[in-house]
């Protein structure tokens, strides 16, 4: 499997290399929460990095009128506007849309909750840059709006995805492996679960910047293997994921965080959402050794330089992202 592994390793490095430094694409944020009759106190968030956001620019409907200027911060790589709107006429059936959305790579998500306690959740995309109020929501909807960005969260979550491809780089044996996948799946859906519902929270920047350690940790564990003479790692890579994989959860309730969840049906979106995490974790693994089994009836690697190089690619990315974040934990 490690000379599988190594193949499709050396076939991805120029994909890679051009991703490494690139940050995950978190999606803009509409909350429009009704406090009155056809009054809706409205928060509109923008991804940023320092102080320059993305284009992204909310249009209500015509009958929505702000009641005063909006209030404008920039803070946790966001920037965010507040104000209070009155409409003319009740949303439903109206047009919401975010202009400039067609030009970038990332989503929107819209949740809008009623004065009812209904809730209504709206994914809008590059394709599909606006929605028309619906007002009433059924729980599978909002459930498969949680799955697909689950889904989408890990697919475009680089770290994640290096750190599972640095255990299965790690591993030989199929049913360790499997074992090993389960154990991080595990760990982070509890802490993921808790995060989410509010029992226990730890600051995102020192999580991040923790994730990347763990992948530089494994990187530094496949640079140590010796024929025979098997690491802690090599033994029980169980234990590693799923220790990691706590820290893993976190990451992945601070992008929950920033998508918000529902006033309503909290546990089925966070059991969707978490679903849709597991799902793209899957499809990822079934590619990978998928893609393995093709290129190694076309190419002939040797294992251990193979192997090396790729340790110290993902040692390197990670060691990057780490001091990055590092960097950005006093701001």
């Given at each position: 499997?490690?000379?599988?592994?190594?193949?499709l390793w050396?076939?991805m490095?120029?994909?890679?290399?051009?991703?490494?430094s690139?940050?995950e694409?978190?999606?803009?944020?509409?909350?429009?929460?009704?406090?009155?009759?056809?009054?809706?106190?409205i928060?509109?968030?923008?991804?940023?990095?320092g102080?320059?956001?993305?284009?992204l620019?909310?249009?209500?409907?015509?009958?929505?009128?702000?009641e005063?200027?909006?209030?404008?911060?920039?803070?946790a790589g966001a920037y965010?506007?507040?104000?209070t709107?009155?409409?003319?006429?009740?949303?439903?059936g109206?047009?919401?849309?975010?202009?400039g959305?067609?030009?970038?790579?990332?989503?929107?998500?819209?949740?809008l909750?009623?004065?009812?306690?209904?809730?209504?959740?709206?994914?809008?995309?590059?394709?599909?840059?606006?929605?028309?109020?619906?007002?009433?929501?059924?729980?599978l909807?909002?459930?498969?709006?949680?799955?697909?960005?689950g889904?989408?969260?890990?697919l475009?979550?680089?770290?994640h995805l290096?750190f599972?491809?640095?255990?299965?780089l790690?591993?030989?044996d199929?049913?360790?492996?499997l074992?090993?996948?389960?154990a991080f799946?595990v760990?982070?859906?509890i802490?993921?679960?808790?995060?989410?519902?509010g029992?226990?929270?730890?600051?995102q920047k020192?999580v991040e910047a923790?994730?990347?350690?763990?992948?530089?940790?494994?990187?530094?564990?496949?640079?140590?293997?010796k024929?025979?003479d098997?690491?802690?790692?090599?033994?029980y890579p169980?234990?590693?994921a799923?220790?990691?994989g706590?820290?893993?959860?976190?990451?992945?309730?601070?992008a929950?965080k920033?998508?918000?969840l529902?006033?309503?049906?909290?546990?089925?979106?966070?059991?969707?959402?978490?679903?849709g995490v597991?799902?793209g974790?899957?499809?990822?693994?079934?590619?990978?050794?998928a893609g393995?089994?093709?290129t190694?009836?076309f190419?002939?690697?040797p294992?251990?330089?193979?192997?090396?190089?790729?340790?110290?690619f993902?040692g390197?990315?990670?060691?990057?992202?780490l001091i990055?974040?590092?960097?950005?934990?006093?701001?």
């Amino acid at each position: 499997m490690i000379r599988i592994a190594a193949t499709l390793w050396i076939l991805m490095l120029p994909l890679l290399a051009s991703i490494a430094s690139a940050h995950e694409l978190r999606p803009a944020y509409l909350d429009m929460r009704e406090v009155g009759e056809n009054t809706f106190v409205i928060v509109w968030k923008v991804p940023a990095r320092g102080e320059m956001r993305l284009s992204l620019n909310l249009r209500l409907p015509e009958t929505c009128k702000p009641e005063a200027e909006p209030v404008r911060t920039l803070e946790a790589g966001a920037y965010k506007e507040r104000w209070t709107a009155r409409c003319g006429v009740v949303l439903q059936g109206q047009v919401i849309a975010v202009d400039g959305l067609d030009a970038t790579l990332t989503d929107a998500l819209a949740r809008l909750s009623y004065l009812d306690g209904t809730t209504e959740v709206a994914r809008l995309t590059p394709e599909n840059p606006s929605f028309a109020v619906v007002g009433t929501q059924s729980s599978l909807e909002v459930a498969a709006t949680y799955f697909r960005l689950g889904l989408e969260h890990i697919l475009s979550g680089i770290d994640h995805l290096l750190f599972v491809l640095a255990l299965i780089l790690l591993i030989h044996d199929r049913w360790m492996l499997l074992k090993t996948i389960t154990a991080f799946t595990v760990a982070h859906s509890i802490t993921l679960s808790g995060a989410g519902l509010g029992y226990f929270s730890l600051s995102q920047k020192p999580v991040e910047a923790v994730i990347a350690l763990s992948i530089a940790f494994v990187a530094s564990e496949l640079l140590k293997i010796k024929p025979g003479d098997p690491r802690l790692s090599e033994r029980y890579p169980w234990l590693v994921a799923f220790a990691f994989g706590l820290l893993h959860g976190f990451g992945f309730s601070g992008a929950l965080k920033e998508i918000g969840l529902p006033q309503v049906d909290v546990p089925l979106a966070l059991l969707t959402f978490n679903l849709g995490v597991e799902a793209g974790q899957l499809v990822f693994v079934a590619a990978a050794l998928a893609g393995w089994a093709a290129t190694s009836a076309f190419a002939e690697v040797p294992a251990q330089p193979a192997r090396t190089l790729a340790a110290y690619f993902i040692g390197v990315v990670a060691t990057v992202w780490l001091i990055e974040r590092l960097v950005t934990l006093g701001t």
